[in-house]
């Protein structure tokens, strides 16, 4: 038995005496001292933060985006948009610059025809010099056929297209709204750019090109008789 008057009775009760020292102190007790850091009041979010940021404008002053697609007796039609996003005269005089790839982003090897005379009539014109304007489009249409002429030929299939102003420019990609069924052909066909005009609307989702109504060569008319 430890007597009261002990030494080791003395240490005992020294490091009880702590704790219960130290609990009877609240955080008010220290409110006011220079050791502690004021209380932060609660900011309000920034006004901006849940409002999306318009798309920044390319380098180039120009952005390229598809307009929609069509497909009518294996013939496919794609709609492009040329939109001058800059603050200058963005000038065009010739034809889109394609670039397909498949699914693993390897390049198509295919033969791009301008104006599209193998693959339909109707694209053909030739290019003309073209002056946008801040704001102003041009537009362009992209063809080809999902055809297959030998069954020897692996069907080739583009899932991701690249389109340049023009040559030696950089492209953008742009949704080719589905894939890019050239079967064996080989080719795709571009018109020339063109402008559009600056009156009409721009719709979210425009309307995609018309497809002629041409028959395909590798079509043959029905026969009256039957």
């Known amino acids: 038995m430890i007597s009261r008057n002990s030494p080791a009775w003395r240490r005992i009760s020294a490091v009880v005496a702590v704790p219960l020292a130290l609990g009877a102190c609240t955080a ?4 006011g001292q220079g050791g502690d850091a004021p209380p932060r009041q609660p900011t309000a979010p920034s006004p901006s933060a849940s409002v999306d ?3 920044s404008c390319p380098a180039s002053g120009v952005r390229i ?6 497909a009518a007796m294996g013939l496919r039609a794609l709609g492009l948009e040329l939109v001058n996003c800059g603050d200058r005269p963005y000038q065009l005089n ?3 610059v394609l670039h397909v790839f498949d699914e693993q982003h390897e390049p198509v090897m295919l033969r791009v025809v301008n104006g599209a005379k193998e693959i339909t009539s109707g694209f053909d014109q030739p290019p003309r010099q073209v002056t946008l304007a801040a704001g102003e489009r041009a537009t362009a249409v992209v063809l080809w056929r999902n055809l297959v002429t030998d069954s020897t030929v692996v069907a080739t299939n583009g899932e991701f297209l690249t389109v340049a102003p023009a040559a030696g420019q950089p ?5 080719p709204d589905g ?22 609307p721009v719709p979210s989702r425009p309307t995609p090109p018309p497809v002629p109504s041409a028959v395909p060569s590798s079509v043959s008319p029905p026969d009256g008789r039957l």
């Open 28 to 31: 008010g007790d220290h409110r």
């Open 53 to 55: 940021a318009p798309p």
């Open 65 to 70: 985006r598809s307009t929609g697609g069509d």
């Open 94 to 96: 010739g034809y889109p």
């Open 171 to 175: 492209g953008e990609e742009v949704d």
């Open 179 to 200: 894939p890019i069924d050239l079967g064996n052909t080989g080719r795709i066909g571009v018109s020339a750019w063109k402008k559009a005009d600056p009156s009409a």
